[in-house]
Antibody
Framework: QAQLVQSGAEVKKPGASVKVSCKAS????????LHWIRQTPGRGLEYLGC????????NYAQRFQGSVTMTWDTSINTAYLELTRLTSDDTAMYYC????????????WGQGTLVSVSS | QPALTQPASVSGSLGQSISVSCTGT?????????VSWYQQHPGKAPKPIIY???RRPSGVSDRFSGSKSANTASLTISGLRAEDEADYYC??????????FGTGTKVSVL
């Protein structure tokens, strides 16, 4: 069955960059939208955006446009989320999630990657 | 991008039924039948339990049900069990090809 496995936790200093990966298996990676979501105790779940490898379509949530970059490598069925100029506000659990068959909800989810930003 | 509004907490006794509300706007819940619900236990990723307002993924208990009226969606858990104690989040598709989550509700089983 479809599965998403994310990279391990990261600790970064303010101003640094980080790249989180999400490896897909059990389904045709190019044909589904993949979404990125982050979660913090203070702001809850926030939608970052999505992409679809088959068409090259990328859509960033307005609030995160310019601060996150989504890329992918179809040869290894892996998606990436890069965050630059990190601040403490970027400390969060980051999840990737696939569109369910039929769209408009997310299933499955990756296990999450904790990014901590601290001086 | 204001989040969908959920009560911070809801509690119920074993075997009871409870409902969790999720209030949005005409740009999201009121305009689309694309409301989904997710259950999250501590330290775990969200798990989908309802999609398209009232449909359950394979393997999800029929004790979970969803509904929608105007700009408000609801999740009902019947026959409350200890393992239902978790955080619950709603999500809706929103105008502009984006998604918005609810503020989250902590369900406690007394």
């Amino acid at each position: 069955q479809a599965q998403l496995v994310q990279s391990g936790a990261e600790v970064k200093k303010p101003g640094a960059s980080v790249k989180v990966s999400c490896k897909a298996s059990g389904y045709s990676f190019p044909h589904y939208f993949l979404h990125w979501i982050r979660q913090t105790p203070g702001r809850g779940l926030e939608y970052l955006g999505c992409f679809r490898p088959e068409t090259g379509f990328i859509n960033y949530a307005q609030r995160f446009q310019g601060s996150v970059t989504m890329t992918w490598d179809t040869s290894i069925n892996t998606a990436y989320l890069e965050l630059t100029r990190l601040t403490s506000d970027d400390t969060a659990m980051y999840y990737c999630a696939r569109d369910r068959d039929g769209g408009f909800s997310f299933d499955p989810w990756g296990q999450g990657t904790l990014v901590s930003v601290s001086s | 991008q204001p989040a969908l509004t959920q009560p911070a907490s809801v509690s119920g006794s074993l075997g009871q039924s409870i409902s969790v509300s999720c209030t949005g706007t005409n740009s999201d819940i009121g305009n689309y039948n694309y409301v989904s619900w997710y259950q999250q236990h501590p330290g775990k990723a969200p798990k989908p339990i309802i999609y398209d307002v009232n449909r359950r993924p394979s393997g999800v208990s029929d004790r979970f049900s969803g509904s929608k009226s105007a700009n408000t969606a609801s999740l009902t858990i019947s026959g409350l069990r200890a393992e239902d104690e978790a955080d619950y989040y709603c999500m809706s598709y929103r105008d502009g090809n984006t998604y918005v989550f609810g503020t989250g509700t902590k369900v406690s089983v007394l």
